[in-house]
């Protein structure tokens, strides 16, 4: 079915530390995957992206691993700040490069103390 | 600032009363979402168009009835709605309309009384 699931509802880590977040997927045949982060009324942002032919993708301070084999994607950020507290959603594109959809999942709440 | 904008920000209405919700993207893009974003759920995708055209409906109720005029502008209109309805609205925006990167607006919190 149709389900992408973050592990934890909430994540608490202390300012300069890495933070790992982590979300499982259903569907094996999707192609592609998006990490977004919300923060306190605004709507979510792209954080990275990547492609199912890739297992690691990296940013400015973020890096994404996929294993496919497992369904299992993380988003990990370096030297966590207070500016990264938010909700990060993970999404799957499920269907054809041609006509698939994004399925969203339910959100990790990153707490960072200072 | 995202290039997608949404207006109002909150909006309070009775469940007799009719209202719309307007987005706008300048970001070149041609196809256009709306999510509903409740709490404790993951974001539903309730409509697509893609060069005005809509091509995905997901089961929503007929009390929303959404339009697009052109490629940047997107509304729902609202019209005896529920209090069940109560949730934060975002639109989107996409190059394409095949699952890619969405550029989302900051939403149109609604409180149906």
């Known amino acids: 079915g149709e389900s992408v699931g973050l592990h934890l509802p909430t994540l608490s880590v202390q300012e300069g530390d890495n933070s790992i977040i982590n979300c499982a997927y259903s569907n094996s045949a999707s192609d592609y995957f998006i990490w977004y982060k919300q923060e306190s009324g605004k709507g979510p942002q792209f954080i990275i992206d990547?492609?199912?032919?890739?297992d690691k993708r990296q940013g400015q301070r973020v890096t994404v691993l996929l294993n496919k084999t497992v369904k299992h994607l993380s988003l990990q950020i370096a030297a966590t700040q207070p500016g990264d507290s938010a909700v990060y959603f993970c999404a799957e594109r499920y269907g054809s490069s041609n006509t698939g959809k994004l399925i969203f999942g339910q959100g990790t709440t990153l707490q960072v103390k200072p | 600032e995202t290039g997608v904008t949404q207006t109002p920000r909150h909006l309070v209405m009775g469940m007799t009363n009719k209202k719309s919700l307007k987005c706008e993207q300048h970001l070149g893009h041609n196809a256009m979402y709306w999510y509903k974003q409740s709490a404790k759920k993951p974001l539903e995708l309730m409509f697509v168009y893609n060069f005005k055209e809509q091509t995905e409906n997901n089961s929503v109720p007929s009390r929303f009835s959404p339009e697009c005029p052109n490629s940047s502008h997107l509304f729902l209109h609202l019209h005896t709605l529920q209090p069940e309805d109560s949730a934060l609205y975002l639109c989107?925006?996409?190059?394409?309309?095949?699952?890619?990167?969405?550029?989302f607006g900051s939403g149109t919190q609604l409180s149906v009384l």
């Open positions: 990547i492609r199912s032919n890739m």
């Open positions: 989107a925006s996409s190059q394409g309309a095949q699952g890619g990167k969405l550029f």
